[in-house]
């Protein structure tokens, strides 16, 4: 069945460096995928979403690109801010008839002064 | 506005005891989810309405009940708690059911 995965659960990094969050899928289908981001006590909300192969889309500073080659959906952002500190769900929604989405098991980014 | 409410915001319940749980949204979406969530775990689905159809997972058919009185509403019913039901409990609600899905902050449930 349908599968996502993040491989990494905790990221600690300090204000001002890179990050790159992992996303990869599993599906038979055409995806969409989803980036969420829920911070402390607040809803889950949209970051990117994406179902254009090799295309990059932007939100807010992060970008992510859907390569199906790859089966790959990272979330990247060039410089976090101490206000990224959330959880980030990875999701797929794919054209199998449900559109159920399916979330990855969520990355937890802690940024440092 | 794209806001998803729901109440209450955490639940002390009793084991052996029911639960319900409340959420709504204002977007006339037609769509409306109920996951769980539990810590290091992926968001769950449990249950959703495509308008008035209610369509619940085959693994959770029997635990989790739900209605749907009108278009804005909709509740999460546990007939009687059991210790594995403490969780963080997720609403969300989409226009379709290929639409972007929009969550409300979720209820936590602790069950003792």
């Known amino acids: 069945g349908d599968s996502v995965t993040q491989t990494e659960g905790l990221v600690t990094l300090t204000k001002g460096l890179p990050v790159m969050l992992n996303c990869t899928y599993q599906?038979?289908?055409?995806?969409?995928l989803f980036w969420y981001v829920q911070h402390l006590n607040e809803a889950p909300k949209l970051l990117l979403k994406?179902?254009?192969?090799?295309k990059r889309t932007e939100h807010q500073g992060f970008y992510a690109t859907l390569h199906k080659s790859s089966s790959s959906f990272h979330l990247q952002k060039s410089s976090v801010q101490l206000s990224d500190s959330a959880l980030y769900f990875c999701a797929l929604s794919a054209s199998s008839g449900s559109w159920q989405l399916i979330f990855g098991s969520g990355t937890q980014l802690t940024v440092m002064p | 506005d794209t806001t998803v409410k729901q109440n209450p915001r955490y639940k002390l319940a009793r084991v052996g005891k029911p639960v319900n749980l409340i959420c709504s949204q204002t977007m006339n979406h037609d769509t409306m989810y109920w996951y769980q969530k539990k810590p290091n775990q992926a968001p769950k689905l449990l249950l959703f309405y495509y308008d008035k159809i209610l369509n619940r997972e085959a693994d959770t058919f029997e635990k989790f009940q739900s209605s749907r009185p009108n278009n804005s509403f909709c509740s999460l019913y546990i007939g009687s708690a059991g210790l594995e039901y403490s969780a963080m409990y997720l609403c969300a609600s989409s226009r379709d059911r290929v639409d972007t899905q929009y969550f409300g902050p979720g209820t936590r449930l602790l069950v003792l």
């Open positions: 994406s179902s254009t192969d090799n």
């Open positions: 599906t038979t289908y055409s995806p969409f």
